[in-house]
């Protein structure tokens, strides 16, 4: 088997004096697709928020690893560069800075750290309008500030747009489908789904089957109360769809509490 | 021509007026009637500058210094200040290399050119550069127009008529403390007549500088657009103004005949003391424009950095039926910098209307209020005015504080008003950072952003240049 890209061992996380995550164990291989699932307040985010690298959470014990290498100690702008991109649950907005403009000083802070030359305002506005195409973006959101007044589904789109502007290794997809209309949650889930490669992961966090129709995990985790309670593979999904949270043994849910 | 060179020029003129008119070098400190003579005796004035000078200092001796606004600092001694002093040359550097590191660090961030650099930090500059070629294609230009753009005491020289007319007719000597100071001892300036149906194509531009040390600054802008003329002037520039604790009260007075529009662009830098507070200009401005014509139009713009003390409100009396005033002004304090300002749109006219944008940024220690009034007088039917007022902070020593003042005497007026204050948001730097950007982008790209609004009015250049110098003043704020 491959080196796991990244590697989340007994992750313990508490923040504002409450205990949020309490040990989470997590492997992903290159190349795999992982659906966390779970009810809300579970930890869902701060888990994706941890592995970016927010502030305010203090993480009490464990270890990740990304790339074999310990992800924690690393600064946002370090992680992002180095190929983690989460698309954030709640974008946010940026009164008065121009989406293009946003999205270029992005794409070149990240070229220049791979040591790849910086695009120019031409080739860049060339590969922004390829990648809006398959997302069936509408061009004048390029010329907004970020995310101001965007509708909900407009910001989650314009997260699958700088993640394919990006090109992550580890792309973490916070309910990416939740806003999203039928067939803009198709188009967005297609987009995603072009983007798996041997070399991408993904972590995809999401309430719905149908986002998973679209986007086949290899691997499906239940989280409960800041653990997961149940792993296991695309059918998890179904099954969880199916019959509600309440059918995974209550034991174990019990236990995590 | 570019915005640079003509500053240069015009730069190169100011130095040039000073030494062929002046050679004595300074009166004792200290104010009396025998030194206001002598000022205007030097500047070979005519005789009623001298008694309009005279009137302001009885008048000044009557008032005190007032201390309603929102900053603080130690008394002023006003018989310490030497009130005429002729520039001294800077001592001339032979090459950068004397020049402080920690400035040609700063002009680096800011993108000045090194000839520009020298000429800042006082190193001898080549003639190619003090170049006499480029002011006379300047001046000849704006000659040809009928365009008079000056030093103040060439204008008294050779336009006494004009000035005559127009000074002290917006800002009277009476009007405040500082105001007939400055009236009684204003030092020089900028004079700027746009004839009738003139739109002047071309940005006019001049540095304002503190030229010895401890000389208090008294500057005095007089700007009259004939009917139907149009002109654009650019005041100060990013480049640090060094000095030790100065008193700067300048006078600026604008006149919009009708149909008339000026804009007055103003980047302010003065040296805002040290990191502890220690240093830095007290900056206490009077700016007053008058829209006296129908249709007429002023607007002001300003990026205040600079100074220890801020103290200033540019305002317009919109006088003439359907005149237009702008207030647009982005105002950073740091460290221990204070700044209370803001504007007044004193409404007289019909269907007058004005619009007020205030971003006031404060990190460190910094204080800043931005105090408002909006007067509508009786006759001015269908009066508007829109204003909004938002303040960003970085970090929990620094304050913010708004105080509008409405008066309104005609019930046919509208006016709103918008207020917000907010903490810089560490989740849209934790969003940028998540996007690869590092924190002192994010904070650029985020208070750029905020500043959007004011940033669009300014000259292109000077946009650039502005935003540049946001960047150094908050450097290290966040974090
Ligand atoms: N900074 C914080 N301080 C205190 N409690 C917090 C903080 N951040 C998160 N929590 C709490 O931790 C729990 C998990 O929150 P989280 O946002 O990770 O849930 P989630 O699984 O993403 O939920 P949802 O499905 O609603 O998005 C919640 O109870 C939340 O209130
Ligand atoms: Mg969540």
């Given at each position: 088997m491959a080196t796991p890209l990244l590697q989340v061992h007994n992750l313990n996380v508490e923040a504002g004096g409450n205990r949020i995550l309490t040990g989470i164990d997590l492997e992903i291989a290159p190349g795999e697709v992982h659906a966390i699932m779970g009810p809300n307040g579970s930890g869902k985010s701060t888990l994706a928020h941890v592995l970016a690298g927010r502030e305010g959470y203090d993480i009490t014990a464990g270890e990740v690893l990304y790339e074999g290498r310990n992800l924690l100690e690393l600064e946002p702008e370090e992680r992002a560069r180095g190929g983690v991109f989460l698309a954030f649950q709640y974008p946010v907005e940026i009164p008065g800075v121009n989406n293009t403009y946003f999205l270029k000083a992005a794409v070149n802070a990240v070229r220049k750290h791979r040591g790849e030359t910086e695009l120019d305002a031409m080739d860049f506005l060339a590969l922004v309008k390829e990648k809006m195409k398959l997302l069936e973006m509408d061009d004048s959101l390029l010329n907004r500030p970020v995310n101001e007044g965007f509708s909900g589904g407009e910001k989650k789109r314009n997260e699958i747009l700088q993640m394919a502007l990006l090109d992550p290794r580890l792309a973490v997809l916070d309910e990416t489908d939740s806003g999203l209309d039928i067939d803009a949650l198709r188009i967005v889930a297609r987009g995603v789904d072009s983007m798996r490669g041997a070399e991408r992961s993904f972590l995809v966090v999401t309430h719905y089957q149908r986002l998973l129709d679209y986007i086949v995990p290899d691997h499906v985790h239940v989280l409960a109360n800041g653990r997961i309670v149940k792993s296991g593979g695309k059918e998890l999904a179904l099954e969880l769809e199916e019959k509600g949270y309440s059918w995974i043994d209550d034991e174990v849910v019990k236990e995590a509490r | 021509m570019s915005t640079d060179s003509i500053r240069r020029v015009t730069e190169g003129e100011y130095k040039y007026g000073f030494t062929t008119e002046i050679e004595t070098d300074s009166v004792p400190p200290g104010l009396n009637e025998d030194v206001i003579r002598l000022i205007s005796a030097k500047k070979e004035e005519p005789e009623f500058m001298l008694e309009w000078r005279l009137k302001a200092y009885r008048q000044w001796l009557k008032m005190k210094e007032p201390h309603w606004a929102h900053v603080e600092y130690p008394p002023v001694d006003y018989q310490e200040i030497v009130y005429y002093s002729a520039p001294k040359q800077k001592p001339k550097l032979k090459s950068l290399d004397e020049v402080d590191p920690e400035l040609l660090e700063t002009f680096e961030k800011l993108g000045i050119s090194l000839e520009e650099q020298k000429r800042l930090a006082g190193v001898a500059v080549d003639a190619v550069f003090d170049s006499v070629s480029v002011a006379t294609t300047y001046k000849k230009k704006l000659g040809e127009l009928g365009i008079l753009f000056c030093s103040f005491s060439e204008a008294v020289r050779e336009h006494p008529e004009l000035v005559q007319k127009y000074l002290g007719s917006v800002v009277p000597y009476t009007d405040?403390?500082?105001?007939?100071?400055?009236?009684?001892?204003?030092?020089?300036?900028?004079?700027?007549?746009?004839?009738?149906?003139?739109?002047?194509?071309?940005?006019?531009?001049?540095?304002?500088?503190?030229?010895?040390?401890?000389?208090?600054?008294?500057?005095?802008?007089?700007?009259?657009?004939?009917?139907?003329?149009?002109?654009?002037?650019?005041?100060?520039?990013?480049?640090?103004?060094?000095?030790?604790?100065?008193?700067?009260?300048?006078?600026?007075?604008?006149?919009?005949?009708?149909?008339?529009?000026?804009?007055?662009?103003?980047?302010?830098?003065?040296?805002?003391?040290?990191?502890?507070?220690?240093?830095?200009?007290?900056?206490?401005?009077?700016?007053?424009?008058?829209?006296?014509?129908?249709?007429?139009?002023?607007?002001?713009?300003?990026?205040?950095?600079?100074?220890?003390?801020?103290?200033?409100?540019?305002?317009?009396?919109?006088?003439?039926?359907?005149?237009?005033?702008?207030?647009?002004?982005?105002?950073?304090?740091?460290?221990?910098?204070?700044?209370?300002?803001?504007?007044?749109?004193?409404?007289?006219?019909?269907?007058?209307?004005?619009?007020?944008?205030?971003?006031?940024?404060?990190?460190?220690?910094?204080?800043?209020?931005?105090?408002?009034?909006?007067?509508?007088?009786?006759?001015?039917?269908?009066?508007r005015n829109y204003s909004q007022c938002d303040s960003m902070l970085m970090g929990d020593r620094c304050g913010a504080h708004t105080f509008p003042y409405i008066e309104v005497k005609n019930p046919s007026a509208r006016l709103e008003h918008e207020a917000t204050t907010s903490k810089i948001g560490e989740d849209q730097i934790y969003y940028c950072k998540q996007r690869g950007l590092s924190e002192e982008d994010a904070v650029n790209l985020i208070v750029n952003g905020f500043c959007k609004e004011v940033f669009r009015e300014l000259p292109m250049e000077f946009a650039v240049e502005a935003q540049k110098l946001l960047s150094v003043t908050l450097e290290d704020a966040v974090g």
């Amino acid at each position: 088997m491959a080196t796991p890209l990244l590697q989340v061992h007994n992750l313990n996380v508490e923040a504002g004096g409450n205990r949020i995550l309490t040990g989470i164990d997590l492997e992903i291989a290159p190349g795999e697709v992982h659906a966390i699932m779970g009810p809300n307040g579970s930890g869902k985010s701060t888990l994706a928020h941890v592995l970016a690298g927010r502030e305010g959470y203090d993480i009490t014990a464990g270890e990740v690893l990304y790339e074999g290498r310990n992800l924690l100690e690393l600064e946002p702008e370090e992680r992002a560069r180095g190929g983690v991109f989460l698309a954030f649950q709640y974008p946010v907005e940026i009164p008065g800075v121009n989406n293009t403009y946003f999205l270029k000083a992005a794409v070149n802070a990240v070229r220049k750290h791979r040591g790849e030359t910086e695009l120019d305002a031409m080739d860049f506005l060339a590969l922004v309008k390829e990648k809006m195409k398959l997302l069936e973006m509408d061009d004048s959101l390029l010329n907004r500030p970020v995310n101001e007044g965007f509708s909900g589904g407009e910001k989650k789109r314009n997260e699958i747009l700088q993640m394919a502007l990006l090109d992550p290794r580890l792309a973490v997809l916070d309910e990416t489908d939740s806003g999203l209309d039928i067939d803009a949650l198709r188009i967005v889930a297609r987009g995603v789904d072009s983007m798996r490669g041997a070399e991408r992961s993904f972590l995809v966090v999401t309430h719905y089957q149908r986002l998973l129709d679209y986007i086949v995990p290899d691997h499906v985790h239940v989280l409960a109360n800041g653990r997961i309670v149940k792993s296991g593979g695309k059918e998890l999904a179904l099954e969880l769809e199916e019959k509600g949270y309440s059918w995974i043994d209550d034991e174990v849910v019990k236990e995590a509490r | 021509m570019s915005t640079d060179s003509i500053r240069r020029v015009t730069e190169g003129e100011y130095k040039y007026g000073f030494t062929t008119e002046i050679e004595t070098d300074s009166v004792p400190p200290g104010l009396n009637e025998d030194v206001i003579r002598l000022i205007s005796a030097k500047k070979e004035e005519p005789e009623f500058m001298l008694e309009w000078r005279l009137k302001a200092y009885r008048q000044w001796l009557k008032m005190k210094e007032p201390h309603w606004a929102h900053v603080e600092y130690p008394p002023v001694d006003y018989q310490e200040i030497v009130y005429y002093s002729a520039p001294k040359q800077k001592p001339k550097l032979k090459s950068l290399d004397e020049v402080d590191p920690e400035l040609l660090e700063t002009f680096e961030k800011l993108g000045i050119s090194l000839e520009e650099q020298k000429r800042l930090a006082g190193v001898a500059v080549d003639a190619v550069f003090d170049s006499v070629s480029v002011a006379t294609t300047y001046k000849k230009k704006l000659g040809e127009l009928g365009i008079l753009f000056c030093s103040f005491s060439e204008a008294v020289r050779e336009h006494p008529e004009l000035v005559q007319k127009y000074l002290g007719s917006v800002v009277p000597y009476t009007d405040n403390f500082f105001a007939a100071l400055n009236s009684a001892v204003f030092s020089d300036g900028s004079f700027v007549y746009v004839p009738k149906g003139v739109r002047c194509p071309m940005e006019l531009s001049t540095y304002f500088r503190i030229n010895a040390a401890d000389t208090g600054q008294f500057e005095r802008t007089l700007i009259i657009a004939d009917e139907g003329a149009y002109v654009s002037y650019l005041e100060g520039c990013t480049a640090p103004m060094r000095d030790t604790n100065q008193l700067h009260a300048a006078v600026v007075e604008l006149v919009a005949l009708d149909d008339a529009e000026i804009k007055y662009s103003t980047v302010q830098n003065w040296y805002p003391g040290d990191k502890d507070g220690k240093g830095g200009i007290y900056n206490f401005v009077t700016k007053r424009g008058a829209c006296r014509g129908r249709n007429s139009k002023i607007s002001w713009t300003q990026v205040e950095t600079g100074s220890a003390i801020t103290w200033k409100y540019p305002s317009c009396i919109l006088q003439g039926d359907n005149s237009v005033g702008e207030f647009y002004s982005v105002a950073v304090t740091n460290h221990y910098q204070q700044a209370d300002t803001g504007t007044k749109m004193i409404h007289i006219g019909k269907n007058t209307r004005s619009t007020i944008i205030s971003k006031g940024i404060s990190a460190g220690h910094g204080q800043q209020s931005y105090r408002g009034l909006v007067k509508v007088m009786k006759g001015a039917d269908r009066a508007r005015n829109y204003s909004q007022c938002d303040s960003m902070l970085m970090g929990d020593r620094c304050g913010a504080h708004t105080f509008p003042y409405i008066e309104v005497k005609n019930p046919s007026a509208r006016l709103e008003h918008e207020a917000t204050t907010s903490k810089i948001g560490e989740d849209q730097i934790y969003y940028c950072k998540q996007r690869g950007l590092s924190e002192e982008d994010a904070v650029n790209l985020i208070v750029n952003g905020f500043c959007k609004e004011v940033f669009r009015e300014l000259p292109m250049e000077f946009a650039v240049e502005a935003q540049k110098l946001l960047s150094v003043t908050l450097e290290d704020a966040v974090g």
